[in-house]
């Protein structure tokens, strides 16, 4: 694949954490909020799916605060 592609899923992803009210992130290279919106291939040239990183947690986090699970999951029953 040539690189004049953008990569739709990551900007998918990046518009919602735009929308929860995180910022972009212009050190982190890597981060779904970076504003970088190639695709990322591995040495095979596979496409890598766009994943939350720590960073991406991490800001949302310091937002909606971290996750507090008590008891058991929910299930269906």
């Known amino acids: ?9 990551k ?5 919602i954490g735009h929308h929860l009210g995180i910022p972009d992130d212009y050190g982190r290279w890597g981060s779904v909020m970076h504003t970088d919106f190639k695709p990322y291939y591995d040495k ?3 496409y890598i799916r ?3 990183g720590p960073d991406d947690i991490e800001n949302a986090q310091r937002l909606y605060g971290v996750r507090n699970v008590v008891g058991e999951p929910f299930r269906k029953s």
Do not use: K, V
């Not at 694949?1 to 899923?9: A, K, T, V, W, Y």
């Open 44 to 46: 095979l040239g596979n």
């Open 11 to 15: 900007i998918a992803l990046h518009e």
């Open 50 to 52: 766009p994943i939350l």
């Open 1 to 9: 694949m040539s690189g004049n592609f953008i990569d739709l899923n």
